[in-house]
């Protein structure tokens, strides 16, 4: 994950809706020709980290992905650069530094028996929906490693995730360059003692909720809820990596190392 000094020819800028990030939309697009999201070949992202989020899903699920330079106009800008005034953002862009992210994939089956499918940049998280504690079958790669989890839920995030909701629920904080998931129960009440594991970013993951009609269980991918779940089928999505651009000094993974020092 070196440096890379690309000229991007077509920029699209989408920007949230907030006050500041509209704002500073106005003053970029008095600095030179924006294109379609559609026609361009990367984009400019204006706001926070749930907008960022918005608009990889938004490319995710259309299949038209471009690599993404965010500007924090937000409150935490995890996944952000600082922003700065001014018309400079193409020379930014040019040298910044490229770091690949791919989303999980979900397949999830509900009670009923339809199948959908969601993806996730963050985590996927198994919740259980009324004040009956959950209970999950959980496997890896096909072979039953918690025959039933008694908790709240449980969850897979991947490293952009896992400063998120995973490190909230006591999982680890994994390097972005590990090729690793972090699967980390939520208020586990048994097995006891069990407090998650570290799997290779190439394992198939599946959640099979036990009693499901007694103690049933949502999945939420991101954003996406999806309720009375059965069953719920995960592996990294390689084909939809999305790209993304960080000044230098100010790459992610720097600070995934620089969180784990927090206090």
Wanted: net charge neutral; glycine share 6%; with cysteine.
């Amino acid at each position: 994950m070196t440096a890379e000094a690309t000229a991007f020819r077509a920029l699209a800028l989408l920007a949230s809706p907030t006050e500041r990030a509209q704002q500073a939309a106005t003053a970029l697009r008095e600095c030179q020709d924006w294109a379609p999201l559609e026609q361009a070949d990367a984009a400019v992202v204006l706001g926070g980290d749930g907008f960022m989020l918005e608009a990889m899903h938004r490319m995710i699920d259309s299949g038209r992905i471009v690599p993404v330079y965010g500007l924090n106009l937000g409150t935490v800008g995890f996944l952000m650069n600082r922003y700065t005034r001014g018309c400079r953002v193409p020379e930014r862009m040019a040298k910044a530094r490229h770091i690949a992210v791919s989303p999980l994939k979900m397949d999830a089956v509900t009670q009923a028996g339809d199948v959908h499918s969601s993806y996730a940049v963050n985590e996927v998280s198994l919740l259980r929906e009324t004040r009956q504690t959950a209970k999950i079958e959980i496997s890896v790669n096909e072979r039953v490693r918690i025959a039933e989890l008694s908790a709240d839920g449980v969850l897979l995030a991947t490293p952009v995730g896992s400063t998120a909701y995973n490190y909230s629920a006591s999982g680890p904080i994994l390097p972005l360059d590990s090729q690793m998931l972090a699967l980390t129960p939520i208020s586990p009440f048994r097995p006891r003692r069990w407090k998650g594991a570290i799997l290779p970013d190439r394992s198939r993951v599946t959640f099979r909720v036990l009693e499901p009609a007694k103690r049933p269980v949502a999945a939420v991918a991101d954003q996406k809820e999806l309720r009375d779940v059965a069953e719920v089928h995960l592996e990294i999505d390689r084909s939809r990596a999305i790209t993304l651009l960080f000044d230098p000094g100010h790459a992610l993974d720097e600070r995934i190392v620089a969180e784990q020092f927090a206090y």
